[in-house]
């Protein structure tokens, strides 16, 4: 299957919708913003950006994007939370009982890396992305406390989990739209071509 076969959906609630969008053109997906249940009923896969945690947790149900959300994962489609997205689709967020979609086995800590790391890039070693180190570009990020079931660690930093999958929902601290590797990109684009030929 040819990646112009996909239609990636971007929700765009808030946060770094467009950067996602040009860095899938990039790469030849067509990328989309999502804010409706229509919207995300038209994709294959679905990337929740950066932004307010809270904000957004609250905003998902307001536009009736829930039960939609959790169907569609349930039925397969790879969803990828970047920053804050991440926090969105954790089902522990220490210290806080926010809403969150609870999709993903891990507990995380917000805004862990603090002032020390507010807004850096750093190198970093990811499981299964070949080549030099990514660019991570860190911007109040979060950090990943812990992860069960099949959850799996693929990036650390100072020992903590910053990059995760589980199956077919991937979860980032750092920000790759914000960079001109699109390799975290390409990773989840064949993610959802593996979901649509299997499908």
């Excluded at 609630?13 to 997906?29: C, N, P």
């Excluded at 959790?70 to 689709?89: D, H, Q, S, Y």
């Excluded at 790391?117 to 180190?133: N, Q, W």
């Excluded at 812990?146 to 980032?172: C, E, F, N, P, Y």
Aim: hydrophobic share 40%; aromatic share 6%.
């Amino acid at each position: 299957m040819a990646k112009e076969d996909l239609t990636i959906g971007v929700l765009s609630l808030q946060g770094d919708v467009e950067e996602h969008i040009d860095a899938l053109l990039a790469i030849k997906v067509e990328g989309r913003g999502v804010k409706t249940p229509e919207d995300l009923a038209e994709i294959d896969g679905l990337i929740i950006p950066g932004g307010e945690s809270t904000t957004v947790g609250e905003m998902v149900g307001r536009f009736g994007l829930t039960k939609p959300l959790e169907k569609r994962v349930a039925a397969g489609m790879p969803v990828w939370g970047t920053c804050m997205g991440m926090i969105v689709l954790a089902k522990k967020v220490q210290g806080s009982t926010q809403p969150t979609l609870g999709l993903l086995s891990i507990e995380v800590k917000r805004n862990a890396f603090g002032r020390q790391i507010e807004s850096a890039e750093v190198p970093l070693d990811i499981t299964g992305i070949e080549g030099k180190p990514f660019p991570g570009i860190f911007i109040r990020a979060p950090w990943i406390e812990s992860a069960w079931d099949d959850a799996r660690i693929l990036a650390r930093l100072d020992g903590h989990g910053v990059m995760v999958r589980q199956k077919r929902i991937l979860g980032t601290s750092f920000h790759p739209e914000l960079t001109e590797d699109h390799r975290v990109h390409r990773y989840f684009s064949e993610m959802v071509a593996a979901a649509k030929r299997s499908a």
